[in-house]
Each structure stands twice: as structure tokens, then as C-alpha cells.
């Protein structure tokens, strides 16, 4: 049954079943009723499996195709009338090109299927930052995630003004990776996304919307759709300042979100609270500040290495309601496990591709059989995180007292430092970059270069994007602070110099005092840094001489790091890069050069 009388509602949903031709179309309400009916279905075909209700209650677990694990940057295209709108750091293909080959792929693909229908909303309904979508899929287990991720319910139709929503089509078609596309039109708030069932690709709210499209309205629209985590941090006299950070992959974004401090700061009741791990949308608010707001309503994080050491509020998030995907199986116990969660491997289990497995199995070559896939992933509800900020369904956001970029880096970059200005913060999220490591690559220290770690998510130009940025800095009289902090700082062994995970805390305590005027900083090349003595080391087995170690800014490195952003800036954006990251640029060879 229609849940709507919407003309472009209707149509859109009318043009896709004519083209898909599914058996049925199902409108989804967000009911519990109707979603404890799709998972039953779900259980019965072995989309799903049940999870111990004992141990795990409301939880389920979900295996994708082997060759269908991760996002697929390769497949993943920005198609805008133009090729330099999508500019140079996103795959392009033209509309016309992108819809007619993606329409023949689809054509008559939900023979045999069900179209499910999901109205959805990211952030509350009916917050002024709320933006609307409808999914078109024909998988139950995007259902289930999207009611987990997003606001799923029939009241988003009736805010649905016009043909003002985010169309989103889905189909898993044959899973087949030679056809397989993941494609945004910005100028069309349309996301098509084909022959995939990974949640990366197939949870439109996530990625596609909430970065990709949302980008680009931000863009139009003069907000911002940011990669970034939210937390609070409560004083103890009560006071809480709130705090957004971007990272790339393999960072600890999810641990510094969900952070839990030392012990040192506890007992003077100091508190850190989760607003968003993953994306944040900032506007402009109450007295010229900055804003912002988790546009979703869980997590979709990674299983592997999560566990009560490494991040006890991730680990509790996944204990009720939850979809695990490409992890562990026990069929005995209806138990979920992955490689970091404990030092117990389970025996004569299932692995992620569901074949027989046990802990400690090796292959011919004598190597670990890992169970879980290493992209294997949890879909938690946000109200399950203990430490979940009472501001989370806040309408209007929090207000943003700090802004932090980061990155991998074993030599360059400091603990932390402070932009002198809003400009120069501009630069240093355009010149964010990480080093692989061996495990990941077989390589170490190759520089890869992440802007406000949105190279992958941009929606649009990426020159244009940072003129944007410059643009939100003059419109807030009362702009954050913005900072740069690196935790992976490695002596002449290649040990970590910093103790990191719960420690980082006394790194965000120095910022918020910071952003107070409450202590005083060394002017350096490359921006403001603690005075050593500033930084808390209360219970740590960390010397302030051992702190200066990583409070230095080494100029013969750092000159080779100026000619590397100078040829990444040449390379990719030229002449078309805002003139004052270029200026931003030669002052700090001026300034290395000058203090040499």
C-alpha cells in the first residue's frame, strides 16, 4: 500500500518499478512490527542468521558475496555536467553516459523480488539540518541496516516537500563486480547503486548521502557535510565544549570518539561523550558559531580489533540489536567472534564465507587463516553506546569549539599544534596525508594524501570544496579553532613515542584550554605548540623530555614535506587551488627558510 499521495514521490517509484519490474513493491513504515516481520523472512530464506538472544538479543548476523567486501573507490563515480565540477580526485562519467548504462544493467533486475520502498531521514525529523531520502532496494538486509543507520519512518513522506529528497535506487542485480557501480549525481540528488550488498555501497544514507550528495548541497547551500567524529568533554565545574576531528582510515577516529579518559582525569570528573563517530553537517548558529549534528543514528564500524580493551563503548554498542557482517559464526551457540576481540578463537565454527573454521588454522604456506574478514563490520545502534551524548537528537547541533585534523605519521608532524588562523587551518586539512604501513601495504612511509579526509567522499571539485571552506570562515564571527595531531609518532626503533587510546585526552584538554586562552603557546614554522610543561602527563611513564621529542618540528623534514605538498598541490589542482593555500604554502617555506 502507498503510503503517500506525492506526485514525485509516486513517479519516481513508479519510473524504477517499470524499469526493475518487481513482483511486489512493499512501502517500509518503520514499524517494529512490519521490520520483526522482514526479519523473519530474512531468517527463513538465509539472508540472515539469529544471533544467542541471551547473549546477544535482537542481534543478527549477515555474510555478503566473497567478491563483494568493501567499498569499490574504482566503481564508485561523480556524474555532473561536467568533468572539472567533479574534478580531479573523483572518478567522472557524463549523466546521460552513467544513467543509460546503468538503466540497461537494471532492466527487468527484481524479476522474482520484492522493491522495498524506505523514506528515511538524516537527523531528526524535522530539525532544520534534516535533509530526506528514499531508498529503492530489493534486499531485506539494507532494510534492517537503513532502520538502524537512519531515521526510517513514514512521517519523513509528509515532510517531503514537492520533489525536494535524495533518490536513491538499489538493486544487488547478479552481484556481479565487472557491473558493478556506485553512482552519485549531485545535480540530481541521485544515488544508483548496482550489483553490490555491501553496506558501504548499498546504505545509501551513509557515504553516498551523507558525504557525496550532501557535500555538494552543502556547497550550494552554505553549510558543511564533513568526515569527521563529534564529542563533548565535561569539566569538571560541568561545562562541556564540543570538539569535531577528521582522520583516515586507521587513525583511531571511533576510539578518540568514543574516547574514555585516564584515571587521573576521571576522578576530577572530567567526561567524554559520543556524538557522532563517523559524519558530522555543520552550519552557522547562535552567535556566529559553528554547529554541528550526526546526521545518523548508529555505527557501522569495523569488527576487527574492537574489543574491551581497545574500545569498551564500541564493544558494548554491539551487544543488542546489531547486524554483524563478514565476521565469525558459531551455528552452536549463535555467537559472533573476530581476529582482536579476544585470545580465545572459537573451534569448528563457520568463517566469514561460511566454510569450517577454527582458530589457529593455517594455509599450505603456513599461514593464519583469519575467520573474519578484515573489512568485516557491525551495524549498532547509536542508543546503545554508553557514553552517547544527551545532545545527540539535539535539532539545532552543538556548538564546535575546536576543529581537528590528523594523520599517520611517523616523523612530520608533531603530538599536536595549532593553526595560527582560519586560513592556515584550511591549509592544514588540505595537506592531511598518512603513511602506509607494512601490514597494509608491504610498504612503509608512502605518503598518501587525504584532504580533511574527504578524498574519497567529496561530492564535487575539491578546489572548490576548499574555497568553500574559506568561505564558511568568513561568514562565523566565531570561528573554532583548528589543530592538527598525530598519535603515531615512532622513535629511531619505529616505537610509538605516545601512549594513545584513553591518553590522547590530555592533548584535548591542552586544545580546549586553547580555544579558552587559558595557557600559552610556542609559535613555531609550522603554527602554535604546548609549551612541554603544558601537556598533562599525570600517571604516565613519559618525561617532559621525552614529551619535547614529540614536540619538535625537525626543518630539514619538514622542507621535504613543503615540496611534497607543493608538487601535490601542482599535480592535482594548479591554478585552479585557491590562491590562499598557495600563500599559505610559500609562507611556511619562508618561515622554515627564515628560522634555519
Same mark, same amino acid.
Given at each position: ?35 520483526? !516481520? ?76 520484492? %522493491?522495498?520502498?524506505?523514506? *528515511?531521514? &538524516? ?25 538502524? %543507520? ?27 563486480? $565487472? ?39 552543502? =556547497?550550494?547551500?552554505? =553549510? ?14 560541568? $561545562? ?17 570518539? %568514543? ?78 567472534? =573476530? ?24 594455509? $599450505? ?51 599536536? *599544534? !595549532?593553526?595560527?588562523? =582560519? ?30 579526509? &574527504? ?6 571539485? &575539491? ?41 590522547? &585526552? ?35 611513564? %613519559? ?38 593555500? *598557495? ?14
Amino acid at each position: 500500500m502507498e503510503l503517500t499521495n506525492n506526485k514525485f514521490v509516486l513517479d519516481f517509484v513508479k519510473k524504477y518499478a517499470d524499469l526493475m519490474q518487481p513482483d511486489q513493491i512493499v512501502w517500509i513504515d518503520g514499524s517494529k512490527k512490519q521490520l520483526n !516481520e522482514l526479519t523473519k523472512e530474512a531468517l527463513s530464506t538465509g539472508e540472515v542468521y539469529k544471533c544467542n538472544s541471551k547473549l546477544l538479543p535482537g542481534c543478527l548476523y549477515h555474510r555478503t558475496a566473497v567478491n563483494d567486501v568493501a567499498r569499490v573507490e574504482g566503481r564508485t563515480f561523480i556524474c555532473t555536467s561536467t568533468k572539472e565540477m567533479a574534478g580531479p580526485t573523483n572518478n567522472w562519467m557524463a549523466p546521460a553516459e552513467a544513467y543509460a548504462k546503468l538503466d540497461a544493467i537494471a532492466s527487468g533486475c527484481m524479476k522474482g523480488r520484492t %522493491m522495498y520502498v524506505i523514506p *528515511y531521514s &538524516m537527523c531528526k525529523i524535522g530539525s532544520p539540518f534534516a535533509k530526506y531520502g528514499i531508498e529503492l532496494t530489493d534486499s531485506i538486509y539494507v532494510v534492517l541496516n537503513m532502520a538502524i %543507520m537512519t531515521r526510517v519512518d513514514k512521517k519523513v513522506l509528509d515532510k517531503i516537500v514537492e520533489g525536494d529528497f535524495v533518490r536513491g535506487i538499489h538493486s544487488k542485480v547478479q552481484l556481479d563486480a $565487472e557491473n558493478r557501480y556506485i553512482c552519485q549525481f549531485p545535480e540530481d540528488n541521485t544515488i544508483y547503486s548496482l550489483n553490490s550488498g555491501y553496506g558501504g555501497n548499498v546504505l545509501l544514507g551513509k557515504k553516498c548521502f551523507a558525504l557525496r550528495i550532501a557535500s555538494y548541497q552543502a =556547497w550550494k547551500e552554505g =553549510w558543511m557535510a564533513e568526515h569527521m567524529l563529534i564529542l563533548g568533554v565535561q569539566k569538571p565545574n560541568g $561545562e562541556i565544549k564540543y570538539i569535531t576531528a577528521a582522520f583516515p582510515s586507521a587513525c583511531g577516529k571511533t576510539n578518540l570518539a %568514543m574516547l574514555i579518559p585516564p584515571e587521573c582525569y576521571t576522578a576530577k570528573g572530567y567526561k567524554v561523550f559520543t556524538v557522532g563517530d563517523d559524519i558530522a553537517w555543520l552550519r552557522k548558529g547562535r552567535g556566529g558559531q559553528l554547529y554541528a549534528v550526526n546526521p545518523e543514528n548508529g555505527f557501522f564500524g569495523v569488527a576487527p580489533g574492537t574489543n574491551a580493551k581497545s574500545n569498551p563503548n564500541a564493544l558494548a554498542s554491539t551487544q543488542k540489536g546489531t547486524i554483524f557482517t563478514n565476521v565469525v559464526y558459531n551455528p552452536k551457540d549463535k555467537t559472533v567472534w =573476530w581476529e582482536g576481540l579476544d585470545k580465545n578463537p572459537p573451534k569448528n565454527v563457520l568463517d566469514w564465507k561460511g566454510n569450517k573454521w577454527s582458530g589457529g588454522m593455517v594455509d $599450505e604456506e603456513g599461514k593464519i587463516i583469519k575467520g573474519a574478514h578484515p573489512n568485516s563490520r557491525f551495524t549498532a545502534p547509536a542508543k546503545n553506546c554508553p557514553c552517547l551524548s544527551s545532545e545527540f537528537e539535539n535539532k539545532k547541533g552543538v556548538p564546535i569549539s575546536a576543529i581537528i585534523f590528523g594523520g599517520r605519521r611517523a616523523k612530520a608532524a608533531p603530538l599536536v *599544534y !595549532e593553526a595560527r588562523d =582560519w586560513k592556515h587551518g584550511v591549509f592544514i586539512g588540505s595537506i592531511m596525508a598518512s603513511e602506509t604501513t607494512a601490514a597494509a601495504t608491504g610498504a612503509v612511509g608512502v605518503v598518501r594524501h587525504d584532504p580533511m579526509a &574527504m578524498i574519497p567522499f567529496c561530492g564535487y571539485n &575539491m578546489a572548490d570544496y576548499f574555497q568553500h571552506w574559506l568561505d564558511m570562515g568568513k561568514k562565523c564571527k566565531n570561528r573554532p579553532k583548528i589543530f592538527n595531531v598525530n598519535w603515531f609518532r615512532t622513535d629511531e626503533n619505529g616505537n610509538f613515542m605516545w601512549p594513545g587510546f584513553g591518553d590522547n &585526552m590530555r592533548v584535548l584538554d591542552w586544545i580546549l584550554e586553547r580555544c579558552e586562552d587559558a595557557v600559552d603557546a610556542v609559535e613555531t614554522p609550522i603554527g602554535y605548540m604546548p609549551k612541554p610543561e603544558d601537556i598533562n602527563l599525570e600517571g604516565l611513564n %613519559m618525561t617532559t623530555d621525552d614529551l619535547k621529542k614529540i614536540l619538535d618540528c625537525d626543518k630539514k623534514v619538514w622542507l621535504a614535506e613543503a615540496a611534497d605538498i607543493e608538487n601535490f598541490y601542482a599535480t592535482k589542482f594548479g591554478d585552479t587551488l585557491p590562491k590562499e593555500l *598557495y600563500a599559505e604554502l610559500k609562507k611556511l617555506k619562508k618561515n622554515l627558510r627564515k628560522r634555519s
